[in-house]
């Protein structure tokens, strides 16, 4: 399963950083058969374990798991890392683009999703765009993530890939943009946490979450 | 136990980036009275989950665990990742300085040691070195990584932080550097993994290396 080929299928990818085991099952019960992708954690790690994400993506085999590692060590631990969550069945992983090509993981079947703008901090890296994003197409990645609070960065990032490439945009909801706003500057996905899984029933947030985003309007 | 209070106490950090873990607990107890602070890292997370983790940390209660996570989420999920390692039993933790002050995670009783330079790529952090330290002084960080390979950067982060903070070097070792090298140019600490675990004898080889980091000799 690759990233690229769930665009227009869904647009929005679920972040599950529960704290408590059960819930990752929860709520991937009530999701099932309508969520297609969910970005999961190191939160995740801490609290249900190597095995417990085993299980968790064998549980859900029509679901695209993606790890947002946030990756960002040298590239010696980098593909030990990526390799260990490509053994566990993560179709794809976030990579921080600041370490730069050098340390680029690079684990066959292995998604690369390289994060090029924060929604909060990390200056650095909007005053570096030009340098970060130049990376994609060197490496063999599957597309990029930036804020959904960044619509000048996303239509930016659009122009320089083109439509061959990804983009994912955080920040929806509780993090304060709304639904739809990332899609209609360009992005391809948009990742929401807290808006479904603490809702009181986050089947009918999905549900209405995942119609914003696919009208793509940002009013 | 704080990092600050081991300086002088021990020169060398172990780095254990082991994929088999058993070999966490072989390590271990050959390096019994020896050893005073060890990195893990999420490779081994991923070898030993979170509850052999805190019994390989319960196993070693004289030992300072810190673990290696390169944070460098937001603000609200580093938050939950160093918590959730506290309680661990984890006494400091690394954390890039690239996300910016905001970012920070703020845990009581843990170390913040911030990542200013790394020992490969991230060429970013070199061209924006004294933006990235002076964070340091801004948030309660207990010091910093730089690379061993650096040091320039190394005496100019010593010259700007004063004897208040620690500095801990990678790159020692298997990475190409020296032991006693980055010591010379001001560094507390010495990290070395491959050097000392790949070896034929890990004590001998970690003896003869503490050795040699205390002498502080870079000929």
Not at 163 to 177: R, T
């Amino acid at each position: 399963m690759r990233i690229r080929d769930l665009r227009g299928i869904s647009r929005v990818v679920l972040a599950l950083d529960l704290t408590e085991p059960r819930r990752y099952w929860d709520i991937m019960n009530e999701l099932r058969g309508l969520i297609k992708i969910v970005k999961i954690s190191w939160v995740t790690l801490l609290t249900i374990g190597p095995d417990g994400l085993r299980r968790l993506i064998s549980d859900n085999k029509d679901v695209y798991f993606l790890m947002d590692a946030k990756l960002a060590d040298v590239g010696f631990i980098n593909n030990i890392i990526a390799g260990k969550f490509k053994e566990l069945g993560i179709n794809g992983i976030i990579v921080h683009g600041f370490i730069g090509k050098v340390n680029m993981p690079n684990v066959s079947d292995l998604d690369i999703l390289v994060l090029v703008s924060m929604t909060s901090g990390g200056e650095l890296y909007d005053a570096n765009f030009e340098e970060v994003i130049s990376i994609i197409k060197e490496i063999n990645a599957a597309g990029v993530i930036i804020g959904g609070n960044k619509p000048n960065l996303i239509r930016r990032a659009r122009s320089y890939l083109g439509n061959e490439y990804v983009i994912l945009s955080p920040g929806i909801g509780a993090q304060g943009v709304k639904p739809g706003c990332a899609i209609a500057n360009g992005a391809d996905f948009e990742i929401v946490g807290r808006a479904i899984y603490e809702s009181s029933n986050p089947k009918d947030s999905f549900i209405k979450i995942e119609d914003e985003s696919r009208k793509a309007e940002c009013g």
